[in-house]
């Protein structure tokens, strides 16, 4: 049999991290993913270029049932660290919007930075291989990977999540976390695009390819960037955001033209030029699709001149507040990222080991935090990662 200190289980961003950490204090440390190459999910991120961090990365930015769980891990490791990292590799990045940083070239630097640091810290890769087994023995774990027995004091689970699974997520982290008793909070698909009942896709159907700069709302949640009108619903930025905090029966309110008053802003344009149609005066503000659209669903197909304040009242009210449901999402075959996951009441906040399993530890996607779009969930891999590498 193989003996190692650690064996991390799932070679992204999370489990890299870990094993780098572990392996430079001098730990004896196995990383295995059954995929054939590390790092897939970094390597499309970001258009290719990876959103490898948020610089106003705070606990506000996730979602968790125990939103206090991920303060001291964000502390601990921030996004000042990794740039750090990234600097020291002469990787060139820049800042996009709303704090998220990508690299200027490829995020496949990111990856080799990752297998550099690896190689240097003395860790052992082996890819394209699963884990058929995993079991508690005397002296910590015995795993079978690939029909080969492997003995280690530590595991890290770091397989993520179900998310995105023509790239080879599956559920097998929250699989071990039920095997040894560790607790699952309800996983769904998050950083999703929704979808729309067979009839309002049809109403809206000439809007497909349509972006618009909105605020969108569910309950108490708000996000302003753009939206995207889809052959099956809606996408874009503020839709992905939103999705993280939408459930089934949920409405979502949508403004349109965020910072304008469009009743206001149509009854000016009747009295100033009112021979120009109720559309026209509207794509001052919108797409000339999604107006026209608007106005003639409103029905104000006429001049402005003509359109009375209780059309352009309802006018404005299905721009700046457009109030519907979705039935559903993509899925994960489109989500992001998962939400829920292992039980961060199971988990110690410092070394992310399961309180009843001692050298079992979860860590990055698998857990119940969910970071938003923009570079938010690399930097909870980041973090995660460390904390569990000083520890195991």
Known sequence: M????????????AGMMC????????????IVDHAKAAGEKIRISGGGRCN????????AAFVSANPRFCISPLKRYTPADFIALVEAHSIAWHEKTLG????????RQIIDMLLAEM????????????????????GGFDLVIAGVAVGCEAVVVASGGKSIPKMGATGFGYDVARRFGVRVAETRPALVPLTFEIGLLERLKPLAGVSVDVAVRCGKAR???????????????????????????DELEIDMAPGVDVFDALRRARSEQGRQSVATALSRHLPRRLAQLIAENEGAAGNIADASDKILR???????????KPVGSEGYRTAEVTLGGVDTDDLDGRTFAAKAVPGLHFIGEVVDVTGWLGGYNFQWAWASGWCAGQAV
């Open 2 to 13: 193989e003996r190692f200190d650690v064996v991390v289980i799932g070679a992204g961003a």
């Open 19 to 30: 094993a780098i950490e572990a392996g430079k204090r001098g730990r004896r440390v196995l």
């Open 52 to 59: 490898f961090t948020n610089l106003h990365t705070s606990p």
């Open 100 to 107: 998220q940083l990508f690299c200027d070239s490829s995020a």
């Open 119 to 138: 190689g240097e810290a003395g860790v052992a890769v082996r890819l394209g291989l699963a884990v058929d087994a995993l079991e508690k023995s005397a």
């Open 223 to 249: 996000f302003a960037e753009a939206m995207l009108f889809t052959h099956r619903g809606l996408s874009g930025p503020a839709i992905l955001q939103i999705s993280s905090y939408w459930r089934e029966g």
């Open 314 to 324: 309802r006018i404005g009210a299905a721009v700046n507040a457009w109030r519907v």
